[in-house]
């Protein structure tokens, strides 16, 4: 506080000087008190105790899902979904829906993270891909506390200059620094207010997968099928021959024409071929 106190007294000196001498640079006293300023703020930054290191390590968790499901059970499993989430105090961040997938993002508390993860196996449908990613950002945490805490320091010694100033240039000069300490503050205080955020709530991407009946058949856990099942399907199989071979037929009815009118003629003719070969 010594360099403060020193600033002090010759800003007001200079001010005295200036009243006196009407041939004194009238900018003399703000260059002066920036300077002081900017050697004070220099010292803060140098000076002051570091941040005390942060109690617990900051951890960003971030999980991928997907769950293969047949179209009649998209859903039900959609709702155990959503259940689930509300069972762990989260919240849906985003969604969206096509004709293949159905894809949801929980934001759930860091907590219940891994916990979340484990129930999704019993939503209903196939997991069949898993993955988590943890990131720690401890080292950047506590850098940007570190830096917040120095330059809200050198803007506590500006405030002070800017109450002791009595020029126009000192206010404008001092009052510019405050301005811009104060916008990095509060980008800062942003940043780490979204660490916060990402630390506690985990983001888990869900995706259910639409396959068809026949794909989802096979990623059952039990592959080998009933008498009842292969006898419907073979049931299945012979209709859909018949349905087959009579839209086919149907489809050649001008041939049936053309070939009944044709065997009519033929017929015909050789009926009075024989007629007049007799006569």
Request: charged content about 30%; aromatic content about 8%.
């Amino acid at each position: 506080m010594n360099k403060l106190f020193i600033a002090v007294v010759v800003a007001l000196s200079l001010s005295s000087c200036s009243k006196a001498n009407q041939h004194l640079d009238p900018a003399a006293s703000a260059v002066a008190v920036q300077e002081y300023a900017e050697e004070e703020m220099a010292a803060v930054s140098t000076n002051s105790n570091p941040a005390s290191p942060v109690d617990t390590r900051k951890l960003i968790a971030k999980g991928n899902v997907d769950i293969k499901v047949k179209p009649e059970n998209v859903d039900s499993i959609y709702d155990n979904i959503n259940a689930l989430i509300r069972k762990y105090n989260g919240y849906k961040s985003s969604e969206k829906q096509n004709e293949y997938r159905y894809s949801v993002s929980a934001s759930i508390p860091s907590a219940s993270f891994e916990d979340f993860t484990d129930a999704l196996s019993k939503v209903g449908g196939k997991m069949s891909d898993k993955s988590i990613n943890v990131q720690d950002v401890t080292d950047e945490y506590t850098d940007l506390v570190s830096e917040i805490k120095s330059k809200e320091a050198a803007l506590e010694q500006y405030r002070v200059l800017l109450k002791r100033a009595n020029k126009i240039s000192e206010i404008i000069e001092i009052q510019t620094k405050i301005d811009n300490l104060q916008n990095d503050i509060d980008i800062m205080n942003g940043r780490r207010i979204n660490i916060d955020r990402k630390v506690a709530y985990s983001v888990v991407d869900i995706d259910l997968i639409i396959v068809k009946k026949e794909v989802a058949k096979d990623d059952d856990d039990d592959n080998t099928p009933s008498f009842g099942s292969e006898l419907l399907d073979s049931l299945s199989d012979g209709w859909a021959i018949i349905k087959f071979l009579v839209v086919f037929l149907l489809r050649l009815w001008p041939f049936f024409i053309i070939g009944g009118a044709g065997y009519f003629i033929y017929k015909k003719r050789k009926g009075e071929s024989k007629t007049s070969s007799k006569n």
